[in-house]
């Protein structure tokens, strides 16, 4: 998994409230982590062309001519998107020499594959505003995603792990038929097995808990101040990345065993260092 995908991730889930695992599921449900494909020369965010918006967005001599280059259809479906991300910039490319904004609008961008047509209920002054986002990396692409998330009121449901709820509002009443809500299930399991444990690292960056609380509080008690969130944030990777340098540890960031066990070190018994040691098995 790329890292700065993951860091993306870990920073808007900060935002939203909810673990960066259950974010992470949906963006691993939607694209497979894939966050990029090569276009001409040029990484750009993966794109879905549905020629069923584009007809509805079309009339006159547009739509004529939208069926006959077979980009346009009432149906949908009808028109099939090519296996290749270049093929299907070629598609997009063909229906912007027609309706420039109705093409952006018809195809759904980035990790969260988002239709551009919600560009004005997201927020953004045009659809070419959100393309541009899209476009820009993969942190306008998560920015997107986590809009129309927050903006459904899905964020509730990805906090409560709410499969089914989230997979009604994000992917339509007939989830079921493809098993979206299990898909997200077992992306976050997977997902949050991984975040357990590489490298013995317990707790990093995106974590959220009362896990996370308590590792607050014991940065805090060892001189190491952050607020107590229970969200893993930038702030406390910094707090524990000082805390690791002062010692002797490796300052990566992520709470394993040997970060656990110098905290638990630096303070008196009982309290939370009796938390420590239980959770650590002591």
Avoid at 2 to 30: G, P, R, T, Y
Avoid at 42 to 68: A, T
Wanted: charged share 20%; proline share 3%; hydrophobic share 50%.
């Amino acid at each position: 998994m790329d890292s700065e995908f993951e860091k993306a991730v870990a920073e808007i889930a900060v935002k939203l409230k909810i673990e960066a695992a259950a974010f992470m599921a949906v963006a691993m449900v939607e694209s497979g982590g894939v966050t990029e494909a090569m276009v001409d020369g040029k990484m750009e965010p993966l794109i879905r062309f549905e020629g069923h918006y584009f007809f509805k967005r079309l009339s006159g001599l547009e739509r004529v001519r939208g069926r006959r280059e077979g980009l346009a259809s009432p149906v949908a479906g009808e028109v099939k998107n090519p296996a290749s991300q270049a093929a299907r910039w070629q598609m997009l490319a063909r229906a912007r020499a027609i309706n420039e904004a109705a093409a952006l609008e018809s195809c759904s961008w980035g990790v969260g594959q988002v239709m551009g047509a919600h560009w004005r209920w997201l927020g953004f002054e045009s659809v070419a505003a959100l393309a541009a986002a899209a476009r820009s990396g993969v942190a306008g692409q998560l920015d997107v995603m986590a809009r129309f998330i927050e903006k459904s009121g899905l964020d509730l449901a990805l906090r409560n792990k709410d499969w089914a709820g989230f997979a009604v509002g994000y992917n339509g009443p007939n989830f079921w038929q493809g098993g979206y809500d299990r898909k997200l299930r077992e992306a976050y399991d997977k997902y949050a097995l991984t975040k357990t444990a590489p490298d013995g690292a317990v707790l990093a960056l995106g974590a959220a808990g009362e896990d996370v609380a308590s590792l607050q509080v014991m940065l805090s008690a060892a001189g190491f101040p952050v607020p107590q969130s229970g969200v893993f944030n930038g702030v406390t990777e910094e707090a524990v990345r000082a805390f690791q340098r002062a010692n002797g540890l490796v300052a990566d960031g992520k709470v394993g065993v040997m970060t656990m066990a110098a905290l638990a070190g630096a303070m008196p018994k009982g309290g939370v260092v009796g938390w420590v040691r239980r959770w650590m098995g002591w």
